[in-house]
């Protein structure tokens, strides 16, 4: 009975030990992508630079998302998503914006798209908001060009 007992507890010990590694694999699985968005702005985006996208996305973006973050996505009761972080050239990678429109920010008012939106949708919508914060971008660039004629 008793040896029976350590062979249970030796076979348990094992069975941990294989849940460790797999664990460890899955975590580095993970890892991988998150350390090569650190690289690169709109590589993971399908559409990337593609007006016919940003096309669709503004049509997407203006039934989904424009309630709150407002027209062309300037920011209201949910943050702007054009400049800054999220400007040209910004920290802010289609992949992040990718992930925070699937994942929603949980326990806030942004919630999951990953059930509403297609994949393909939502990257039209990253390619929009790409566009748009291009256009304000150049917009604030040539109002600070008029100030300085004035
Ligand atoms: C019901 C309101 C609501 C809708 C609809 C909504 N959002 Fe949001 N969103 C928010 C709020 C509020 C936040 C800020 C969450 C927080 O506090 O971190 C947010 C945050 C975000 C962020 C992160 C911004 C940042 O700087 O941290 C992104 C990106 C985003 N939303 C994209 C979208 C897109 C794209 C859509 C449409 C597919 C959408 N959201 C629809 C309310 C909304």
Redesign the pocket.
Known sequence: MQGNGMQTAAGLHRVRRVAAVLCLAAISALAGPALAEAGGADEDNPFANSKDAADKGEE??SR??Q???NTRGKGG???Q?VRG??GPGGA?TDLT?YR??AGG?PG????S?ATG?TSDE?WQ??TF?RAEAKRVKSEASKASEDDTLW
């Not at 806030?108 to 919630?111: I, L, Q």
């Open positions: 997407l973006f989904n998302c309630p709150c973050h009761k949910g943050p998503l972080a999220w802010n914006m925070i429109i920010r806030t008012e942004m919630g798209f939106l939502m919508i990253i908001l």
